[in-house]
Every structure is written in structure tokens, then in C-alpha cells.
């Protein structure tokens, strides 16, 4: 099984890729399924600011498009003194795709790192549980 050094790695890879020249703030991730595949993504910015994408959902956008399994751990990589945990949309992707137990590995440029359960960053989230019976 791959290492969370080894994830880091290739989300701080990633992260070169990263097209941010309006932030400036670039972000690599880098999520691995149950079944061991593992997807890159990188922040992508438009002149539209509000286009813009955040690395997380790249790397699962990525994944549900070639048919991944659920996400065990996803790792963000960022250039901050502290380590950034993901926003909340991708928080809520993350629920989508993973499960109350899916790890989100934050890491910085410096080695920092700091492991969470998407079930702390995301307590009563919203799924498709409220939607049974609907209709
Ligand atoms: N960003 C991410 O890629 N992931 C996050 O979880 C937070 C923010 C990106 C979006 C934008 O391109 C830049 O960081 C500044 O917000």
C-alpha cells in the first residue's frame, strides 16, 4: 500500500500544474481509493474568477470519471505556513465519494502534516440519505 509520504509526493508533484495566477496559491492533491488507484489534481483559475476549481475535486472529478471505487485518504498539498485543510465544497465531494472514515492528509511545503477524518471536517453532512423516499 502506498505511503502518505509517498501521496504527498505526488500531490506536491501535482501542484506544479497548478494554473492559480490569479490567487497565486497553488494546490496539488492527490486521493487514493479503496482499491489502491491513486488520482492527481491541481487548482485551476479563470479569468472568470468564479470558474475556478480547487485541486481535491480535479483529483475526484478525475476518478469518478474513470470509474474509481470510494476514497480512502485524500491529501492536500499547499505552499502556507500552516497547513490548509480543504474547503467546504470539496469537503462535501469528499463525503460523496469516500466514507465517514476517509482520511484528508493536509500537508505544507515545510513537511507539516496533519490527518483528519472527512467525518470531523464535515459533522452532519448532508447526503443521499435525506433523499430516500423523495418523490
Ligand atoms: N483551493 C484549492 O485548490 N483547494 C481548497 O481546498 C481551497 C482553495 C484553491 C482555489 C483557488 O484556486 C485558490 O486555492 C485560492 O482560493
Request: glycine share 8%.
Amino acid at each position: 500500500m502506498i505511503s502518505d509520504e509517498e501521496l504527498i509526493e505526488k500531490a506536491r508533484l501535482a501542484r506544479l500544474s497548478a494554473h492559480a495566477p490569479y490567487s497565486h496559491f497553488k494546490v496539488g492533491a492527490a486521493l487514493l481509493t479503496s482499491d489502491g488507484r491513486v488520482f492527481t489534481g491541481c487548482n485551476i483559475e479563470n479569468s472568470t474568477y468564479g470558474l475556478s476549481m480547487c485541486a481535491e475535486r480535479v483529483a475526484i472529478f478525475k476518478g469518478v470519471s474513470e470509474g474509481m471505487s470510494e476514497i480512502a485518504k485524500i491529501v492536500v498539498v499547499t505552499d502556507s505556513e500552516d497547513v490548509a485543510p480543504p474547503c467546504g465544497c470539496c469537503r462535501q465531494m469528499t463525503w460523496e465519494f469516500g466514507s465517514e472514515d476517509t482520511e484528508v492528509v493536509t500537508a505544507n511545503l515545510s513537511g507539516e502534516v496533519r490527518t483528519y477524518r472527512i467525518k470531523e471536517l464535515l459533522p452532519k453532512a448532508f447526503d443521499s440519505r435525506f433523499l430516500e423516499g423523495v418523490g
